[in-house]
């Protein structure tokens, strides 16, 4: 009884979560405008929302900024969880705390701050992207950081003396052992960094230039203008994320369930002796 | 390879030391010189240096001081990626990510050779190890022994001048480890290369080494051949950690002449005459008789069959002899014990200044045998200080745990003196030796606490007095144990 | 086998490169996010022509409209963490303690909607909120507080989740053998050692609650919350004010990860990465 009850009770919590975009989902495909009556099913709001330039322009440029940030936050913090791991107590107290702010902070507090020293203080012209970039990485780079520090902990320190031991410069080493072995987290992080850059609002907001917009900053200004052309295209958008990212889930749970069957499997062997 | 025609030098360290951040010594002043194709083992507990001293060889960790020569080139700054030295690691440090033959390649990968010299040469290396055909088996997939052997094959197939081998087998079971040592031992004749080998098992050193290096605390305790260190032992510390013993504190009583455990016997080595010394016997060279015909009598403590023999434990007075016998003994039996002289083992005392041990309470004050000694603790430890809840605080301000604080309370033998009021010193305890010395007589007390102390003094008193010793505050030096 | 040739290779120190490798990371730290709080400090303690005052921050607290944004922020805050914290909690429990086959993907289908662009989201909430009820402008203070609770809802499940997953179910019979029932078990263990996961969720919930003025702004809530307030601030060019709000937040954060950081689960910390890491 108990768990029929909570299983009804979780089923009611998905319904509620998915409800909005499901119904979207279904009205993206008609011609209503609003949720109500549906008077005909058509495709229009797709052909709109890859035909109309500033809708292209703009998810072309989301996906950029997401892409080009995360990549530079990668390296970024890749180099530093690497570099502060085998570095003193000093530079990993330094770095390791103020690698939290961006994390602890509100956006809204880390877009302001960013934007006062870049374009108050030292200038920067927004038009150049340089902030938003700029901005985009340092709200990324942390948590690149803090998913590639586990896996520097978790790995075994003489892996880098046995190369260097067997010839391999530091370089070297740090290629063809350290890297393979902390890669896992590095990926995770590009994944982490591309969905907070895809979710971003505020940095973006503060940060960008005028005629440029990303999803958010174009949706924000959709709710405000009375374009139902817009409002309807919208929600085609938000169908095909949804979709994406349940193609993307789907993908990972089975690469990820196949792995697990591997390591089993070597686990097993392992106790045979 | 013209091995073993001419044993030259090969390695070696002259007056190393490495000294950590934090200014603890871990080697001191290490010499050794090592021979091309030896088999050297450095055998010590843990934390006396040893993986360190390894390490320094390898490239991994840079003396602070000394000089460190590959066949006469000093190789201080050579980076270990330059050296023709290969390690086994403790915890193999085989790459994951990589399968059995490419981990074995990885060296002459990198070295640019031929693929087909590389291919030959791995399967080469994996003959020696006993593993054909594992080239593209997964490195999870292996059991810890067939790990072990890939480490060692990686390490071989680069055909290094010496091997250096952490601790290999401490992971593998006894049967295992048994198997491994012979055929490692094996390896070494057919390879004849040099090999250094760390371990803490006594006797994993003592079957395969030419020559074995016993450290304790960053310091060379003995180097000698495994019959050297075994029979020989310099110290007692060697004693101790070479095989079960008996140590007595002793001193010389004329030519070949020595008394310990209230009597005298003869032994073979020739001390001076007063010289304090400490006496080894080896439970097997202690032989029980009748009563009346042993040089000490004492009584059976404690019979335990081993397999082979018999541990026997004798109380005689104050001391207490371990004897290893075939032949059972009776629990609470009056026996005598008899020391041939050639089982007598001779080792000058280390010292003569008096070393206890001692720990800490929660309020950080110094527990000294029972009693509460007066020492700042915050002042042996360099910018130490107690925080507001009277936490003890190291320079970095993190917690030091009062259990893990060890002093040696040190105290010379000149600044104790001994008195019959049982209440005026500090300590009690039995004199159970005693020996003029010209001018004054140098006494041994033991303590209620079971401790030694060598006392000087002027006056003549009789073995087995009870007397309390009394030492001024002010003698006491306060020294933190690493 | 002796071709290495010593006398060969250049004098190089080793130990330097991988240290070295934090260096840029580090740079790009002190230079964009140490300099700007460097810089909003600077900012909150001065007036327009450069010199010192405490004006921002008397300002602040003697003035009834900005108090009232931040006890109305606070307000939002302290309800959608509520709320979050009593929706979140029996899905992390009914999760973590069912023996379905499942589980992850159960798990997956509460946490994807974070994946999908919030203003998205929100937008879709909103149609769902006008059809419900008609106009939207009646109930400015629910709606919001729907919104917010729809947005970080998947934030405040996760870390609970791990937590009461990682709990050893050898306390749980422990605690049935010394006589406890299930409701006495729940409150006297499977409660407590949840709490570090609660933490680490009303962490994740509260402080965006106080400042994401965009969900606000998309449900027709006019009202000012703490976030906004920098927002209109920035427009008005009025930095000086504007940091002293950031400032402010800063420091309520400071105050908020100081004590949570305490009972906080360090896995269940960036429950953010908690499912892709």
Known sequence: MKKVFGRVFLALMILILYLPIFVLAVYSFTDSANIGAIHGFTLKNYETLFTKPDLRAMIAGTLLLAIGSAFVSTVLGTLGAVGVFYSGRFGNAVVGALNQVPVVNAEVVTAFSLCILLIGVCGVDKGSFISLLIGHVVLEAPFVYLSVVPRLKQMDNSLYEAALDLGASPTVALRRVVLPQIFPGVVSGFALAVTLSLDDYFITSYTKPATFDTISTYVVNATRGSQTEIKTALWALSTIIFVVVVLMVFVMNMTGNRSDKDGKRAGAGNEKE | MDRNTTRENIIELKHISRTFDDGFRVVDDFNLTIQRGEFVTFLGPSGCGKTTTLRMIAGFDKPTEGELLLNGEDIRDLPPNRRPINTVFQRYALFPHLNVFENVAFGLKLKKLPKTDIIKKVKKALEMVDLEDFENRGIQTLSGGQQQRIAIARAIVNEPEILLLDEPLGALDLKMRKEMQLELKGMHEKLGITFIYVTHDQEEALTMSDKIVVMSEGKIQQIGTPEDIYNEPKNAFVADFIGDSNIFSGIMTGKCRVRFCGAEFECVDDVEHGTMIDAVVRPEDVTITAPEKGIIRGVVTSVIFKGVHYEITVQSSKNEIVVQSTRKAELNAAVGLYIEPEGIHIMLAENTINRIESGVDKQYRLNFLGGMLDCDIASLIAGARYNTDGVLVDAHGDVVEPDRIKVIVSVKPDDITMSDDKEAGILRGHIINLIYKGDHYSYVVRTEEDEDFIVSDEDLWNMDDYVSLLIPKEKFHYALKK | ?277
């Open chain 3, 1 to 277: 086998m002796n071709q290495f040739c010593i006398q060969k290779f250049r004098i190089q120190k080793f130990h330097f490169q991988r240290s070295q490798l934090c260096i840029p990371y580090g740079l790009f730290l002190v230079c964009f996010v140490l300099a700007p709080l460097v810089v909003i400090i600077y900012y909150a303690f001065t007036n327009g022509e450069g010199k010192p005052t405490l004006e921002n921050l008397t300002g602040f607290f003697s003035s009834p409209n900005t108090i009232g944004t931040l006890v109305y922020s606070l307000g939002i805050a302290v309800s959608t963490t509520c709320v979050c914290l009593l929706l979140a909690y029996p899905i992390a429990y009914i999760l973590a303690r069912s023996k379905m086959k499942h589980k992850s993907v159960v798990l997956m289908i509460f946490v994807m909607p974070m994946w999908i662009n919030f203003t998205l989201r929100i937008t879709a909430l909103k149609e769902i909120l006008t059809v419900l009820e008609g106009n939207l402008a009646y109930h400015p203070f629910l709606n919001t507080l729907i919104g917010m609770t729809y947005d970080f809802l998947p934030f405040m499940i996760l870390p609970i989740y791990t937590t009461l997953l990682k709990l050893d179910n050898s306390l749980l019979e422990a605690a049935a053998d010394l006589g406890a029932d299930t409701v006495q078990t729940f409150m006297k263990v499977t409660f407590p050692l949840s709490v570090p996961g609660i933490i680490s969720g009303i962490v994740m919930v509260f402080l965006p609650s106080m400042t994401n003025y965009v969900v606000l702004d998309m449900l027709y809530n006019s009202t000012y919350i703490m976030g906004s307030l920098i927002g209109a601030y920035f427009s008005a060019y009025d930095w000086h004010n504007g940091s002293m709000i950031a400032l402010i937040l800063l420091v309520i954060i400071l105050l908020f990860t100081l004590f949570t950081n305490r009972y906080a689960d360090e896995d269940a910390g960036s429950s953010r990465g908690g499912v892709l890491g």
